[in-house]
């Protein structure tokens, strides 16, 4: 999902959850008051929603190509995220805890390198648009 | 002597067939490049056949050239699908092309 409504965690981790998982395994990617030093007040988050969602989906996928796991949800949200608000959240589930682990692990760095969403970062004093340095393996490929 | 109505004539119609031979496009600007174009998407008239390495230099940048410096690390995207520079995809009438600056998500 892409939107503007906050996220819950808990909804996500409900969502995998099944009799047959032994593990749910989760991320959630907050906003930091801070970046090298300077105080950040707010986090803005833009997407190329239609865009998002297939990224979204094909970072699905490729978990359920590389790891046998039960259920995976993730979303992104747009708009102002405020700090100590997650911006991003990830569920994963499967029978043992390994491959949920892991797929987790892959699906935020993946998200980060593959999905058009962009955020802007407001300092006092100014603000800017940030670039993840994951996506240089987009731009290599 | 030349007949020149008949020259005239000929050139309109050659001139009418590249008009029909036109496609439009629909092009989505985010993020940095939306802060420089000033809005979030623009139509474009292009020859049937162009494609995306051809619409990046000969149309989007020269309509926007303060888009230079941006378009450099940023990768095109037609219908939903990001497009690797040196494998253009030909447009046609009706894609919608994503201009995607380096991407900051989660």
């Known amino acids: 999902e892409v939107s503007g409504?906050?996220?819950?965690?808990?909804?996500?981790?409900?969502?995998?959850g099944d009799p047959?998982?032994?593990?749910?395994?989760?991320?959630?990617?907050?906003t930091r008051d801070n970046f090298k030093g300077r105080k950040v007040l707010r986090l803005e988050y833009e997407a190329y929603v239609p865009m998002a969602l297939a990224k979204?989906?094909?970072v699905c996928d490729k978990v359920r190509q590389k790891w046998d796991i039960i259920g995976i949800?993730?979303?992104h949200r747009t708009g102002?995220?405020?700090v100590k608000e997650p911006s991003v959240v990830i569920a994963v589930s499967s029978a043992h805890r390994r491959e949920a682990l892991e797929a987790v692990h892959f699906a935020i760095d993946e998200l980060k390198a593959t999905v058009p969403v962009w955020k802007k970062e407001f300092y006092e004093d100014g603000e800017v648009w940030k670039e993840n340095a994951e996506g240089e393996y987009l731009r290599v490929a | 002597w030349i007949d020149v109505s008949r020259v005239s004539?000929?050139?309109r119609e050659e001139e009418a067939e590249r008009y029909r031979r036109s496609m439009k496009v629909r092009c989505l600007y985010f993020?940095?490049?939306?802060?420089?174009?000033g809005k979030r998407e623009e139509e474009f008239e292009l020859p049937e056949g162009t494609d995306t390495n051809q619409f990046l230099a000969e149309y989007l940048l020269v309509r926007h050239p303060t888009l230079e410096d941006i378009a450099k690390t940023s990768l095109l995207a037609v219908n939903l699908e990001y497009v690797e520079?040196?494998?253009?995809?030909?447009?046609?009438?009706?894609?919608?092309?994503?201009?995607?600056?380096?991407?900051?998500?989660?």
Request: proline share 8%; glycine share 12%.
């Open chain 1, 5 to 16: 409504e906050p996220l819950s965690l808990e909804r996500h981790a409900d969502r995998v």
């Open chain 1, 20 to 30: 047959g998982a032994g593990a749910v395994a989760t991320f959630s990617g907050v």
């Open chain 1, 56 to 58: 979204l989906q094909a």
């Open chain 1, 73 to 75: 949800a993730l979303s």
């Open chain 1, 80 to 82: 102002p995220v405020g």
């Open chain 2, 9 to 11: 004539l000929e050139l």
């Open chain 2, 31 to 37: 993020a940095q490049c939306r802060d420089i174009v």
């Open chain 2, 85 to 106: 520079k040196d494998n253009p995809v030909v447009l046609k009438e009706g894609s919608e092309i994503g201009l995607i600056p380096p991407v900051s998500g989660g």
